[in-house]
C-alpha cells in the first residue's frame, strides 16, 4: 500500500464517477459493493488494459466469456471496454 499510495490516491480522484456507477450497478444485483476493487486489482479501472491472454477491460473478460454474458465483441465492437455494460456483466459472473 505504501508503495502504491500516490497512485491510489490519484485512483480515487479520477475514479470517483466510474467507483460510484460501479457501486449502483453491484448494489442493484445485491452484491457487496467492495467487489469493484477486483477492477482496479485487474486493470485500475482502464478501458483500455489488455491482458497477454487476451482478456480486455476494467474487468478483464476473455472474449468468449464477454460474448457468453451479452457483449457484443467483434472486430467493430467491443463492449468489454464499456464500463457500464462489463460491470453488469461482471456482476452476473459474481452473482
Do not use: C
Not at 482478456?55 to 454474458?69: D, I, K, L
Not at 457483449?71 to 471496454?81: F, I, M, P, Q, S
Amino acid at each position: 500500500m505504501a508503495k502504491n499510495r500516490k497512485n491510489l490516491e490519484k485512483l480515487k480522484g479520477w475514479g470517483r464517477p466510474y467507483f460510484d456507477m460501479i457501486d449502483a450497478v453491484l448494489t442493484y444485483h445485491g452484491l457487496p459493493r467492495e467487489l469493484k476493487y477486483l477492477a482496479v486489482i485487474e486493470s485500475y479501472l482502464k478501458t483500455y488494459a489488455v491482458s497477454w491472454a487476451g482478456a480486455v477491460g476494467p474487468w478483464q473478460f476473455m472474449p468468449e466469456t464477454g460474448r457468453r454474458m451479452g457483449l457484443k465483441v467483434n472486430a467493430y465492437t467491443d463492449e468489454r471496454t464499456d464500463y457500464y455494460k462489463s460491470t453488469h456483466a461482471a456482476a452476473e459472473i459474481f452473482k
